[in-house]
C-alpha cells in the first residue's frame, strides 16, 4: 500500500525561494502546491484539502496575516508555519495570536525547516480523532472542551481559541491541580524542536484567562511564581 503524500500550500512572492522550497520539499515526499499572493492562497485552501501551509508574512496585495486571519474566521483549521524576514518578537505575537502554529524567522537553515513541518504535521496527527473512537466532551464548570470537534464552549455558546490555545486548554484540563513548568508545556504542546521560550506559554496562559474568566469571572489556571502553571477548575482548594 503506497503511503498518501502530505500535501504543503507554498504561500511566496519570491519566485526563487518559492521554486528552492518546491523542489526541497518534493525530495522530501510532500506534494508542494503554490501561491504568490495572498488571493491564491485563499482560493486554494478553501478548495483543497491540505495537511499544512508555509505562509510568507510579506506579501503583494493581503498580507499573509490576513490570510491566516480570514482562514481562521471561516473555521479552517489547517496547521500553518508563518516565514518572514521580520524576526521581532511582536511579530511571532501577532503571528501565534491569529492562530498559526509556528513562526519560521528568514534567512532559515534547510534541515530546520523540514523539522519544523514534521514537528508540526506530527503534532496534527496526535490530536486527530481516531476512526470510530470519539471523544466525549471534557466537562469542567461552564465550560465544555470537545476534541473530537476541536471546540471549546462556554455556557453552550462556542467560543474562538487558537490550536494552540485549545490544545494547552485540554491537556492542562486533564490534569486538574498538577503543575507544569513552562518547558513541559512546550515540550508537550509545541514540540521538543519549538524554537522559543517561556514567554509563549505566558502570552497563551493570559489569552485562555481572558477568555474563560469572561463566564463566571472564575481563574481556572493557577500561576506557581518560578515554576508554571496548573489548571484550577471551580471549587478547587
Known sequence: MV?????LLVVEDDRTLRQALVFNL?????????AADGENALAIARAQRLDLILLDVMLPGMSGVEVLRTLR???????VIILSAKGEEIDRVVGLKVGADDYVAKPFSRPELLARIE????RDRRHAPEAGGAVAPLKVGPIEIDRDRHELRI??????????EFELLAYLADHPGRIFTRDQLL???????YVGDGRTVDVHVSWLRS?????GGHNYFRTVRGVGYAFAPPGAA
Open 73 to 79: 474566521r471561516e473555521g479552517i483549521d489547517t496547521p
Open 26 to 34: 518534493s525530495r522530501e515526499g510532500y506534494e508542494p502546491v503554490t
Open 211 to 215: 477568555k474563560l474568566r469572561a463566564v
Open 3 to 7: 503511503a498518501m503524500r502530505r500535501k
Open 119 to 122: 514537528a508540526v504535521l506530527r
Open 187 to 193: 515540550t508537550r504542546i509545541w514540540g521538543y524542536d
Open 155 to 164: 455556557a453552550g455558546s462556542s467560543v474562538h481559541v487558537t490550536t494552540k
